[in-house]
């Protein structure tokens, strides 16, 4: 099994217990058949709240390195308290995420920090799909407005969203062909980093 | 039925939480994101959590187009002759055939961007500025400040639909945003004719006008800067006959509220260093 560090440890600004992530880390793990033999370190941006959240996968020497922000731990309808149900469907598509770059079909992917919007925004949807079908519950429709965001309201980025939701593998170059072809490619690049939640 | 109905006693069913304003401004993570960047607080698809935001805010509208439609829905019932004519309670049933509307527009911006109903907390001071007794205050502070309030909102979001090449969206808070500039002029309309003849009692309305501006201008929520989510619509205020003066004087006191945000922020985040470091 993975060995799983969860910081910080304790928490200081909010009641989450880094023990009990952990354990819905694991269990996530097992969910997606995560290779057992790569370590997985996940950090948690505590300061943050909802709605700024967010979430990143890397991998760093051989490590798994993952980022989420503390509000998507956090229940909407309780504020500073924890909930396993939210925690557990975030873990399950970074973990399949993380997967993927474990696998030569994204050997060539950038790091999350170096993702483009429009990248991230269609590699979101392809993990969530498969999450749907492994059994936690997802919201569609949250997923294609995230989607549109980034690649348009437009017919050719909603027959896009479709394949990638369906799709049960593709590359980090079918994620390029489709930013090419809904346009996201020739959107101006923004000043504002991708993983701006993530610097302090 | 009951008249002045109290915040408390507002009829909600299972799917909706109320939070109240403490529990944000009592939370010791808000001293920590105040000193950071978390990017431009107005809306656009490149700021972080740009999806989830928007979906925070179209839920916050939901909800206070609920309860603008109580608050019209209230002022038609706690009043009688002379203190509120007939035909401000034609204007204020008028309203709420608007605001229904509104609650069944956000519903649908809700389902389009994602999200459900209950789905975010609910607060209720917006309701709470609808409750004063005095009908020409309560006009004042719901028709003037609040709905005002709105058309800074819907154009926001109007202006963000745009951007984001979202017709729906656009297209949806451009036809709210007409409504509101509409319950605004019915506002400012009611306060000149039922003070005609009192200038004490107008001078009254409109502080107390300025006493929910200020509230809602909370941490800098709306203004005229990249760091407001809000941005203050002096077009469409002026369409809705607010004056240049009142505008300028209503962008005075967004950066007075976004100034004084940043002050309590810095001394709450000194409070809790000097706290960390068994200090008093």
Redesign the interface.
């Given at each position: 099994m993975s060995k799983v560090t969860v910081r910080p440890d304790p928490f200081t600004?909010?009641a989450y217990d880094a023990g009990e992530i952990a354990a819905l880390i694991e269990d996530a793990a097992a969910l997606v058949d995560f290779p057992s033999d790569v370590d997985i370190d996940l950090d948690v941006d505590?300061?943050?709240?909802?709605?700024?959240?967010?979430h990143l996968s890397d991998v760093v020497d051989g490590r798994v390195k993952l980022w989420i922000?503390?509000?998507n731990l956090e229940d909407?309808?309780?504020?500073?308290t924890f909930a396993a149900h939210q925690a557990r469907v975030d873990f399950v598509i970074m973990l399949l995420r993380a997967k993927d770059r474990l696998s030569d079909d994204f050997a060539a992917a950038p790091p999350d920090g170096s993702l483009s919007?429009g990248e991230r925004a269609a590699w979101d949807v392809y993990a969530v799909g498969r999450a749907l079908r492994l059994g936690l519950p997802m919201?569609?429709?949250?997923?294609?407005?995230?989607f549109?965001?980034?690649h348009?309201?437009?017919d050719v980025a909603d027959a896009a969203f479709e394949r990638l939701w369906e799709s049960e593998h593709t590359t980090w170059n079918g994620i390029r062909e489709i930013c090419k072809e809904t346009g996201a490619v020739d959107r101006d690049d923004?000043k504002?980093p991708v993983d701006?939640?993530r610097?302090? | 039925m009951k008249k002045m109905l109290p915040e408390s006693e507002l009829a909600r069913d299972e799917r909706f939480?109320r939070?109240k304003i403490e529990?944000?401004l009592f939370?010791?993570?808000g001293p920590?994101?105040a000193q950071?960047?978390?990017?431009?607080a107005r809306m656009g698809?490149?700021?972080?959590?740009?999806?989830?935001?928007?979906?925070?805010l179209m839920h916050g509208i939901f909800v206070g187009e609920i309860q603008a439609l109580e608050g019209a829905g209230r002022t038609c019932y706690d009043f009688d002759e002379p203190d509120a004519p007939f035909a401000l309670k034609l204007d204020m049933a008028r309203q709420c055939w608007d605001e229904s509307r509104h609650c069944e527009i956000s519903v649908k911006l809700g389902?389009?961007?994602?999200?459900e109903i209950?789905?975010?907390?609910e607060s209720t001071f917006l309701f709470a500025a609808a409750c004063n007794p005095d009908p020409v205050l309560r006009l004042c502070g719901v028709n003037r400040a609040l709905e005002g309030l709105a058309i800074d909102v819907f154009n926001s979001m109007k202006t963000f639909g745009n951007e984001?090449?979202?017709?729906?969206l656009e297209f949806c808070e451009d036809w709210m945003l007409a409504d509101e500039v509409t319950h605004v002029k019915m506002g400012s309309d009611w306060l000149r004719r039922l003070t005609e003849k009192d200038p004490e009692r107008r001078e009254r309305a409109l502080e107390f006008q300025r006493t929910v501006d200020a509230i809602f201008n909370l941490g800098g929520f709306r203004g005229e800067d990249d760091e407001n989510p809000v941005q203050l619509a002096r077009n469409f205020r002026r369409l809705a006959g607010f004056t240049e003066e009142e505008n300028d004087s209503l962008a005075e006191l967004a950066r007075e509220s976004t100034e004084q945000a940043r002050q309590m922020a810095e001394a709450a985040t000194a409070t809790l260093n000097a706290s960390s470091q068994g200090g008093s």
């Open positions: 600004l909010i505590e300061e943050l709240f909802a709605p700024l959240t967010g922000s503390g509000g909407n309808k309780l504020p500073r919007r919201r569609r429709q949250k997923q294609l407005y995230d549109r965001l980034q348009g309201f437009t923004s504002i701006l939640l610097q302090k | 939480v939070t529990d944000r939370d010791p993570r920590k994101i950071r960047n978390t990017g431009p698809v490149d700021r972080p959590a740009a999806g989830e935001r928007s979906r925070s389902d389009h961007m994602g999200t209950g789905e975010y907390t984001s090449g979202d017709p729906i």
